[in-house]
C-alpha cells in the first residue's frame, strides 16, 4: 500500500483566487489521479497526473482551470484557478502502480469551500 | 459506457446487526472491483479488493463477492459496530486506468 499525504486538508477560499493542492507519496509510483467529489455527490476523474508531460484531462475538464504538474514519482500538485462557489469540492489524489493488483490508494482528500 | 448503482442510498442498522451493501453494475468486462469506506469530509480508506477472477475476498468481519456474469458485487458486514458509520463506496475498474465509482450507501450503525 503507499501514503499519501494532502496539503491543505481544507481551505475557505475568496472566489476568483486560485489554490494549489499537494499530494506527495512515500513510495514511487506509476499512476497519480485527481478527483472530484462535490458536496453528495460521488467520485469524477479530473485527469491523470503524467510524470514530466501535461496531464491527461477527462471530458468537461481543461487545463487552464485545473493546472496539474508532476515532477517526479512521487509528487503532484493540483491548481484550482479563479474559483467560483461551484468548484466547493473535495479534491483527492489517488495512485496505482502499473502492474500492480490495481488497487487505487487515496489521499485524506482537500475539502474547499468557495465564498 | 459503464455504469455502478449502489442501493441502498441509505441505511441505519441497530449495533450488532449483520448487513449486506448492494453494488451493480452494467459492463461485466471488469478488471477489479474495489469497496471503500468514508468518513464525512474525508478521503477514501480501501477495504477489500476483488480481481475479476476472484469470487470473494474476506478481511475480518468484511466480506465481499463478486459475479461478474450477474454484475453484482455485495459487501457482508458481521456484527455491525457504532464505529462502522461511513458512507461506502463500491468502484469498478474496467482498464485504461478507468475506475467508475458508484454512489455510496451512508451508513448509521445506532448504539
Known amino acids: 500500500s503507499a501514503v499519501i499525504s494532502q496539503k491543505p486538508s481544507r481551505d475557505i477560499c475568496q472566489r476568483g483566487t486560485s489554490l494549489t493542492i499537494q499530494c506527495q507519496v512515500d513510495?514511487?509510483?506509476?499512476?497519480m489521479f485527481w478527483y472530484r467529489q462535490q458536496p453528495g455527490q460521488s467520485l469524477t476523474l479530473i485527469a491523470t497526473?503524467?510524470?514530466?508531460?501535461?496531464?491527461?484531462?477527462e471530458s468537461g475538464f481543461v487545463i487552464d482551470k485545473f493546472p496539474i504538474s508532476r515532477p517526479n514519482l512521487t509528487f503532484s500538485t493540483l491548481t484550482v484557478s479563479n474559483m467560483s462557489p461551484e468548484d466547493s469540492s473535495i479534491y483527492l489524489c489517488?495512485?496505482?502502480?502499473?502492474?500492480?493488483?490495481?488497487?487505487?490508494?487515496f489521499g485524506e482528500g482537500s475539502r474547499l469551500t468557495v465564498l | 459506457k459503464q455504469e455502478v448503482t449502489q442501493i441502498p442510498a441509505a441505511l441505519s442498522v441497530p449495533e450488532g446487526e449483520n448487513l449486506v451493501l448492494n453494488c451493480s453494475f452494467t459492463?461485466?468486462?471488469?478488471?477489479?472491483l474495489q469497496w471503500f469506506r468514508q468518513d464525512p469530509g474525508k478521503g477514501l480508506t480501501s477495504l477489500l479488493l476483488?480481481?475479476?477472477?476472484?469470487r470473494e475476498q474476506t478481511s475480518g468481519r468484511l466480506n465481499a463477492s463478486l459475479d461478474k456474469s450477474s454484475g453484482r458485487s455485495t459487501l457482508y458486514i458481521a456484527a455491525s459496530q457504532p464505529g462502522d458509520s461511513a458512507t461506502y463506496l463500491c468502484?469498478?475498474?474496467?482498464?485504461?486506468?478507468?475506475?467508475?465509482f458508484g454512489a455510496g450507501t451512508r451508513l448509521f450503525v445506532k448504539a
Open positions: 476483488i480481481q475479476s477472477s476472484q
Open positions: 497526473a503524467n510524470q514530466g508531460s501535461e496531464a491527461t484531462y
Open positions: 468502484a469498478a475498474y474496467t482498464g485504461g486506468f478507468k475506475t467508475i
Open positions: 459492463d461485466s468486462a471488469i478488471y477489479n
Open positions: 513510495s514511487q509510483v506509476t499512476m
Open positions: 489517488s495512485v496505482a502502480q502499473v502492474g500492480g493488483s490495481g488497487e487505487l490508494f
